[in-house]
């Protein structure tokens, strides 16, 4: 067997040193409030998106709605990420400025990098909905199914003491307490999971209501995750810029060594 003139070239990893910052900073709760929005977005456009995808087959269901909270998740984890990679480059200039002897304030090293610093912002935004899905979560029973509409002929009847006594209940508007409010804005949080388990499954809704709490908080997981990554984007920043010189200076040695070359003896004419 012939070996491969080209040489495997050996990925260039550099890894920048950064000081490590606070787990909660000023900057935490201006990106809490940016993760409260999201989720408030998100729940409208589930409510937009979602209601189109009841199907009556459960694998269609489950494939569509999965792929809407895969793409949510997804959304969170590149924003956490993006925050991430800003936070260990804020480590690094404050890595230098303390190697240089330049002064750092507790306000700028506090913003630096932080492991668990994504977890805490995803958590803080999450709040007002976690706090819904737990008073949904201990006040959750099963749902029957309501009164069913009365024939239009039986309206007539009415106004006849013993007929409108008997069907007094039906004219009776169920009252919206504290679990419908919560059930309301915990649902459409939650849309693409009630499709899944499906409007007729009422054993399987009680189920899901009961771990929404746990529901609720995928984002702000997906976040935190996504925020831990940004040590390895900025290495990955680092070892670009390390590669792309490095074919840079082979470009220029190539191109001054072929200079250097002897030409040949020009062609008599």
């Known amino acids: 067997m012939q070996k491969s003139g080209k040489k495997n070239v050996k990925p260039i990893v550099v890894k920048k040193p950064y000081l490590t910052g606070a787990i909660y900073d000023s900057t935490v709760m201006k990106s809490a409030l940016l993760i409260m929005g999201s989720l408030f977005v998100t729940a409208v456009l589930y409510l937009i998106v979602c209601g ?28 956490g990420m993006s925050n991430g990679s800003i936070a260990v480059n804020q480590g690094e200039i404050m890595f230098h400025r303390r190697e240089t002897g330049a002064e750092i304030t507790p306000a700028e090293l506090s913003r630096c990098f932080h492991p668990l610093k994504g977890f805490l912002i995803g958590l803080i935004g999450s709040i007002p909905l976690l706090l819904c899905a737990l008073i949904l979560a201990f006040m959750a029973r099963l749902q029957t199914t309501g009164l069913g509409a009365l024939p239009t002929w039986v309206h007539s009847l009415t106004p006849r003491e013993e007929v409108g006594l008997a069907l007094s209940y039906y004219s009776i508007p169920a009252p919206i307490g504290l679990e419908g409010i919560v ?3 915990v649902r459409m949080c939650i849309m693409p999971f009630v499709n899944m388990v499906g409007s007729g499954n009422a054993s399987g809704l009680l189920l899901l209501e009961r771990l929404s709490p746990l529901v609720v908080l995928f984002p ?28 840079r200076r082979k470009k220029a040695r190539k191109a001054k060594r072929k200079a250097a070359e002897p030409k040949g003896p020009e062609a008599l004419n």
């Not at 199907?55 to 998740?73: E, H, M, Q």
């Not at 702000?220 to 074919?247: E, K, P, W």
């Open 52 to 79: 189109m995808m009841i199907f009556d087959s459960l694998i269609l269901r489950i494939l569509l709605n999965g792929l809407i909270v895969a793409v949510t998740l997804a959304m969170f984890f590149y924003s």
């Open 183 to 185: 059930r309301l804005i």
């Open 220 to 247: 702000a997981l997906a976040y935190g995750f996504g925020y831990s990554r940004g040590v390895t984007v900025r290495t990955r920043v680092h070892s670009d810029i390390a590669m792309n010189a490095q074919r």
